[in-house]
């Protein structure tokens, strides 16, 4: 016990926070297992009941397996406790209990804690991390009680119970349902429009949550609140607009539904594909076009500190926003006067690198692995849908082998804790001291 204590405490904060998630895995794929979390009343396929599990602590929402159907309450609940821990993070909750148990949190602790929120100092983090549950819980039962009412009519009792199920899978941005989709709610503006502020907010981050909450008027907001609120409505709009404009004419999508309604539905697909993964229409039916420019949406994903994965807004700002400053032959960037740090700019580039690299690599295992021999813009749809933590799937999902599922599993769990921490795990962070002689060498 003092070795294992020993070796968890020489452990880079990076790996700290990936082998939390293994042990959540590990915990939720047990559980899963048991006959009595399966309909059927038989323990569990190994491979499945992991590839669920990693689902849904990463808050994917890819199933192998009909969540509904295939699960029973039991079950169900595992998966919501999955989803909740993995959405709101583990050193969250885990603050919450210590708060709770009047513990002491010590320095390591608070690192630990502004690490797996992806901040950069760790002021107030304890008043933040308590900000996170209570806002987080009073929203998911605030939006659980109108769904649960919205659903009752048609459900009956277990509309109540579906409506705050929902309402946590759609907050964490996991993707998960028990309805086999929403394609019977692509005409229900009320339950769509809860599903759509649930998911935004989750989406947003933490802090922007707590900057809007805690100061009053634009002036007031950080420059990080500021970047997240204006490049989510630009890409909810530039999604919502391309959708609309690229399946409208599309019978199997949104072509049979009048203009009202093509749009709502174009506006929940463009929301939902930023890391929820619920859908309205049927995905493996949309076109090329609309499939590619889904890839993208997916691989941008939520904010930083929010439940959702993807490479995060902040970063592809900060990436274009380099590169026009190249183009315009600019030192710095700045938004609404101030320069971000060089440091910012390598990190998001390298994120950017990383997360692509990645793509590239979990495409060519799974068209290698594949023996089905699935479409590529399928192959590359699911791999992005991982990356991203989205879990929209085009239906191919329970079709992959063994090999293929493993490479699925490890990229939801690199698209949960961050390429970047998924790396950092696995290097000691040391600081060179030493500075080499400079020499050109040509690019571009």
């Given at each position: 016990m003092k070795s294992?204590?020993?070796?968890?405490?020489?452990?880079?904060?990076?790996?700290?926070?990936?082998?939390?998630?293994?042990?959540?895995?590990?915990?939720?794929?047990?559980?899963?297992?048991?006959?009595?979390?399966?309909?059927?009343?038989?323990?569990?396929?190994?491979?499945?009941?992991?590839?669920?599990?990693?689902?849904?602590?990463?808050?994917?929402?890819?199933?192998?397996?009909?969540t509904g159907k295939d699960f029973t309450l039991f079950g169900q609940l595992v998966l919501i406790f999955l989803i909740q821990i993995g959405g709101l993070g583990i050193m969250t909750i885990t603050t919450l209990l210590a708060v709770g148990l009047k513990k002491q949190i010590n320095i390591r602790q608070r690192l630990l804690i502004q690490e797996s929120l992806n901040m950069e100092d760790n002021s107030g983090i304890i008043r933040l991390t308590l900000q996170i549950v209570k806002y987080s819980l009073l929203l998911e039962l605030g939006f659980g009680t109108l769904l649960a009412y919205l659903f009752y009519d048609d459900f009956g009792a277990k509309g109540i119970y579906w409506g705050y199920w929902h309402a946590v899978s759609a907050f964490c941005n996991a993707g998960f349902d028990l309805m086999g989709g929403?394609?019977?709610?692509?005409?229900?503006?009320?339950?769509?429009?809860?599903?759509?502020?649930?998911?935004?907010?989750?989406?947003?981050?933490?802090?922007?949550?707590?900057?809007?909450?805690?100061k009053h008027g634009w002036r007031s907001y950080t420059l990080h609140t500021k970047l997240v609120l204006i490049a989510n409505a630009v890409i909810f709009l530039a999604g919502t607009v391309c959708i609309f404009l690229l399946e409208k004419g599309n019978a199997a999508t949104l072509g049979t539904l009048n203009s009202g309604q093509q749009m709502l539905g174009a506006l929940f697909q463009s929301v939902s594909l930023r890391t929820a993964g619920f859908n309205t229409i049927d995905i493996a039916s949309c076109g090329n076009a609309t499939l590619f420019f889904m890839m993208s949406l997916m691989f941008i994903g939520a904010s930083p500190t929010s439940t959702g994965g993807g490479i995060k807004t902040t970063t592809i700002t900060v990436v274009a926003a380099s590169a026009y400053a190249l183009l315009r032959n600019r030192k710095d960037i700045v938004f609404f006067g101030r320069r971000v740090d060089a440091s910012l700019v390598h990190k998001s580039n390298s994120v950017f690198l990383l997360a692509l690299m990645w793509v590239v690599v979990a495409t060519f295992l799974l068209l290698v692995l594949d023996d089905k021999g699935q479409p590529f813009q399928f192959v590359l749809f699911e791999v992005f849908s991982a990356m991203g933590t989205v879990g929209m799937g085009v239906g191919i999902t329970p079709e992959w082998n063994a090999y293929c599922k493993l490479v699925l599993i490890i990229t939801m769990f690199i698209g949960r804790i961050g390429i970047l921490t998924f790396s950092m795990s696995f290097l000691n962070k040391k600081v060179d001291k030493l500075r080499y002689p400079t020499e050109n060498i040509l690019v571009g």
């Open positions: 294992l204590l020993n070796t968890i405490s020489n452990m880079n904060r990076s790996m700290l926070i990936g082998m939390s998630f293994v042990v959540l895995i590990a915990v939720g794929t047990l559980l899963l297992l048991l006959p009595w979390a399966r309909t059927d009343g038989q323990w569990g396929n190994l491979l499945d009941t992991l590839f669920t599990a990693t689902s849904a602590s990463c808050v994917t929402g890819l199933a192998v397996l009909d929403f394609t019977a709610l692509q005409t229900n503006v009320a339950a769509n429009l809860c599903f759509i502020v649930l998911i935004v907010v989750g989406g947003l981050g933490f802090t922007v949550i707590g900057d809007l909450l805690n």
